[in-house]
């Protein structure tokens, strides 16, 4: 069973727009999310991430957002660049019992000039 | 240079062969893992280590092994590889002492079993 779900595939944006990747998750204990992004022929690298008592965390371009009570997470890419396109990888994890992180699918936003 | 190293890149054997895939870091970080990806399953955990003394298996470690030989080497090892072992795999660090769970990804070994 899933526990942390990224139901579109790909996602396709205009340059300058606004990316916008969703990511749902089952398990309420949950209490630290991540999102990775990964590039062909390179490992996944460490984007941005929140904790369970924040509903929004900004880093540049990147905000991640949570809604704990639809369980539910996005991440936002404002303004869409070419360099963006790539796999995003959703990620959760129980921080104060094992540390183990879960990933989602992945999502591959294709950024369109 | 790279921080987390893997090796090889790339491998194609047969089935029925024992492989072992190796991952070394220079980041002086106690926690290991063995990830495996495969298209549309996103990054499955295999196995991972705390410290030299320490393994666990993850969600899918039937047909695999490994060996955690020093702080800075983890070994995957497939004992008889199958087809369906046909993957990329990912080796992460992380450490213990920050306050995050940031892992940090070598660039993978492809794996392809005939």
């Known amino acids: 069973d899933q526990q942390v779900k990224q139901n579109s595939p790909s996602l396709s944006v205009q340059e300058g727009r606004i990316s916008i990747l969703n990511c749902d998750y089952t398990?309420?204990?949950?209490?630290?999310f991540l999102w990775y992004k990964k590039y062909p022929a390179e490992g996944p690298t460490f984007l941005i991430s929140i904790s369970s008592i924040k509903d929004k965390n900004e880093d540049g371009r990147f905000t991640v957002f949570l809604n704990k009570s639809a369980k539910h997470l996005s991440l936002h890419i404002v303004p869409s660049q070419p360099g963006d396109s790539a796999v995003y990888f959703c990620?959760?994890?129980?921080?104060?019992?094992?540390?183990?992180?879960?990933f989602g699918k992945g999502t591959r936003l294709h950024i369109l000039p | 240079d790279a921080d987390v190293t893997q090796t090889p890149r790339n491998r194609i054997t047969k089935t029925g062969k024992r492989i072992m895939l190796e991952c070394s870091q220079t980041k002086g970080h106690d926690r290991m893992y063995w990830y495996r990806q495969d298209p549309g399953l996103g990054l499955r955990l295999i196995y991972y280590?705390?410290?030299?003394?320490?393994?666990n298996k993850g969600e899918i470690s039937d047909g695999y092994s490994v060996s955690r030989q020093a702080q800075a080497k983890f070994s995957l090892s497939l004992e008889s590889a199958i087809p369906n072992q046909t993957a990329l795999y990912f080796c992460?660090?992380?450490?213990?002492?920050?306050?995050?769970?940031?892992?940090?990804f070598g660039p993978g070994t492809r794996l392809t079993v005939l």
């Open positions: 990620a959760a994890s129980e921080m104060n019992r094992d540390d183990k992180i879960i």
């Open positions: 992460a660090t992380s450490d213990v002492d920050r306050p995050t769970d940031t892992q940090y």
């Open positions: 398990n309420s204990m949950f209490d630290y």
């Open positions: 280590s705390f410290d030299v003394k320490d393994i």
